[in-house]
């Protein structure tokens, strides 16, 4: 069975840091594209930073230069370095990848999310 599980959330003040991981695991062939989304109260899920297949990195607008997305040795994991945390990123932050789990068949697989509360 396939599973993405984060670690990491918590509560900061205004302008601290935290760090957000994600590990995949299973019977996974390959990963294509892994990466963080975040979804606030009221709010869709957007996308915060992700690893594309080509193993170029996305960000958000409203996170670069805050926050970096980086990979473990092993490919099958990814981190979330926040720096400069403001309230507005308060949210419930969701690790996802695209895997070849079966030949020819990429799918996506969620995380169950880590809450991300930051005070003013």
């Known amino acids: 069975q396939v599973q993405l599980v984060e670690s990491g959330g918590g509560l900061v003040q205004d302008g601290g840091s935290l760090r957000l991981s994600c590990v995949a695991s299973g019977s996974i062939f390959s990963i294509n594209e892994m990466g963080w989304y975040r979804q606030a109260p009221g709010k869709q899920r957007e996308m915060v930073a992700t690893?594309?297949?080509?193993?170029?990195?996305n960000y958000a607008d409203s996170v670069k230069d805050r926050f970096t997305i980086s990979r473990g040795n092993a490919k099958n994991t990814v981190y979330l370095q926040m720096h400069s945390l403001k309230p507005e990123d308060t949210a419930v932050y969701y690790c996802?990848?695209?895997?070849?789990?079966?030949?020819?068949?990429?799918?996506?697989?969620w995380g169950q999310g880590t809450q991300v509360t930051v005070s003013s």
């Open positions: 690893f594309t297949s080509g193993g170029n990195t």
């Open positions: 996802n990848a695209i895997l070849l789990v079966r030949p020819n068949v990429f799918s996506p697989y």
